[in-house]
Each structure stands twice: as structure tokens, then as C-alpha cells.
């Protein structure tokens, strides 16, 4: 009997890299995504599939799935700063009220849950690196503060539902990760920066491009999440590439790479913008024996070559 897996988020991009995935594994993936910030396209391939189901819903409101399930993995939600801005009442909603309704169901069914959680919540954070103990420093009030303590809660949600309901739970602290399927509009840094290049316009670097962040290959964190699943760890843990570099010389570097000679462009920097970060992968170690293969520059060449292919 195949194995039954839902994942929420499955149209966008870590969410699609999941779908192939378990796909590969030869799971039955149930794919679920309201398209506010996914692209069909990411997942159209799977659709001929009869171990692949897509279902265009919002998971704020109920999810009724027939029939067992082993395992969900919750990644539904607006990530890119710029997404989240633009809808931040479900940015809340889908981290509150979507995460309730799949750890209601995880309880129903006796599947594992896992959800995405993010770096994020540790702010703008005064350790560095971040290990999973650091509290973190985060303006609730802030522009960013709809992402980041919609976040928080879906960790204290799920940690009460394990604590109080038994659900077998894991949480990833997922750091910025990379790679093909981004959207390029989505105004994060990397795909921006690449959709610059790509139409030879200046990249636009924000502030004075010495805030930091460690950026992590897609396939590195997909391995992680995987790992963290089949594990019995259900504390958070941190996932990503303690690899850390400026944002300014992150754009250079995929200049080089590219082999265009685009300028930078500086613009202001965005309010509560985290000026460092860094994982601190050593539980991930541990727990998971997992670590990062993928080095930034074949990960910047690998994502490059995907989107410049004519
Ligand atoms: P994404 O925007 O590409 O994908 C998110 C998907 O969730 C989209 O397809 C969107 O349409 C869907 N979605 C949003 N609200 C929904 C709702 N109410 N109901 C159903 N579907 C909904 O973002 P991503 O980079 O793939 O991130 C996926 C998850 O991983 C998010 O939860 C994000 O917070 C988390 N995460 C991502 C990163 C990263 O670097 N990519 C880092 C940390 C955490
Ligand atoms: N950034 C930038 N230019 C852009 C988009 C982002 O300099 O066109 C900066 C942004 O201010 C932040 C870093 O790049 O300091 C990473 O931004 P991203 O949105 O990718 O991720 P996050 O801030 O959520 O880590």
C-alpha cells in the first residue's frame, strides 16, 4: 500500500519540490493550494498521475479528505516579504486558522504533521548564529510582524496539540532557501536579482547591502525536510546553509556568475529588514545526520542555467 502524504502550499515553491518528491518515493501525494501566490504550472506535470491530486482550496477554510493519511506537511502560505505585505490578513489567517484546521486533522487521521516554519522568527535576532533555543526579537507591530508572528503562533499551536492531543508532530525552521520554480516576481532577493539580469537592468540592492543572509540550494532543504519527517525529533529545528554572505556581494556574485555586466542599483532599505543571519545547523546535525551538499556557487549556477535556458 502506497503511502498517503497531503501537502498544503503545493502549487508554490517549496511545496512543488515536494510533490516530486514524494511523487519519486512513490507516495500518493493530495496536493492543496489556492493559487495566491502558486503557479499551476510548478505542478501541471504531475496531473496525469493517478497517485497525484490537486485540489484548488483554501486551507482556512475545512479540509475534508477521504480515506487515510500518514502524513501532512503544512507549507501554505505567502513567504516573499513583498507577497506577504501585499495580503497580510491571510498571511495571518493561514498560519492561525489554516494550521488549526490541518492539526485537527492530523489528530483525526493519526498522521505525522509537519509545518514549515521559518527563520523569521527569530527577527531581527541579537545571536548569531540562531540556535533553536534563542527566543528571538521580532516587532510584532511591524510590516514584517504579519509573517513572523503568524509564524510564532503555528509553533505554539503545534507544539499544543502535541502536548495536549498527542499529534506527532515536526517543526522545520526553514532558512532562505533557492532554486528553480521560484516565481520571478516574487520579490525576493535571488529571483530579482535574476530577472534583472535577464532583461540587463541594474540589480537592485537594498540598504548598503552589508545585511547578511546564508542562502540554502532547494534540493539541500528538500533533503532536510524529508529527513526531519521520517525522524522522531518533535522539537523545532533549524534547516538551511550556514554558508553566510552580504546581500551586496550576493548580487555581484551572480553577476559573475551570469557572465552579463550588470550594475547595482541601491534602494532603500525595507523597515525591521534583519541585518544578519545565520543558522546554526549543529541539532540538525545531530538529530538528522543531515547537512548541506550543495555549495552557493553551484547552487547560483544550477538556478541561473534554469531560468536562462531559452
Ligand atoms: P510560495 O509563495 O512559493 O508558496 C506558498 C504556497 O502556498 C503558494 O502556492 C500559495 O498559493 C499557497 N497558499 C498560500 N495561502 C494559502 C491558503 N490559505 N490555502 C492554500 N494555499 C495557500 O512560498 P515558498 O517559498 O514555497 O514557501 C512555502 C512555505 O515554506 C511557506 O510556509 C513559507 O513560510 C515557508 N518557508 C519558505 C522559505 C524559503 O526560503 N522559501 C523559508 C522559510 C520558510
Ligand atoms: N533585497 C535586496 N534587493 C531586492 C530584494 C531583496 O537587496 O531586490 C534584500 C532584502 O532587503 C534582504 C535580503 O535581500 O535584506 C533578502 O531578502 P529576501 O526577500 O530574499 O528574504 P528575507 O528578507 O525574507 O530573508
Known sequence: ????ILITG???????????????????VIAIDNLITGEIRNIEHLFPLDNFEFYNHDVCNYIHIP????????FASPASPPDYLKVPIQTLKVSSLGIHNCLGLAKNKKATILIA????????PLVHPQTEDYWGNVNPIGPRGVYDEAKRFQEAMTMAYHKYHGVSVRIARIFNTYGPKMRLNDGRALPTFIRQIINNEPLTVYGDGSQTRSFCYVDDTIEGIYQLLISNYCLPINLGNPDEIS??????RLIDISGKNSELKFEKLPIDDPKRRQPSIELAKKKLNWLPKIQLS?????????????
Open 298 to 310: 553551484e547552487g547560483l549556477k544550477r538556478t541561473l542555467a534554469y531560468f536562462m535556458a531559452p
Open 67 to 74: 480515506g487515510d493519511l500518514d502524513y501532512i506537511l503544512h
Open 247 to 252: 546581500i551586496i556581494e550576493f548580487a555581484n
Open 117 to 124: 516554519s521559518t527563520s523569521e522568527i527569530y527577527g531581527d
Open 10 to 28: 503545493a502549487a508554490g515553491f517549496l511545496g512543488s519540490h515536494l510533490c516530486d518528491r514524494f511523487i519519486q518515493l512513490d507516495y500518493h
Open 1 to 4: 500500500m502506497r503511502k498517503r
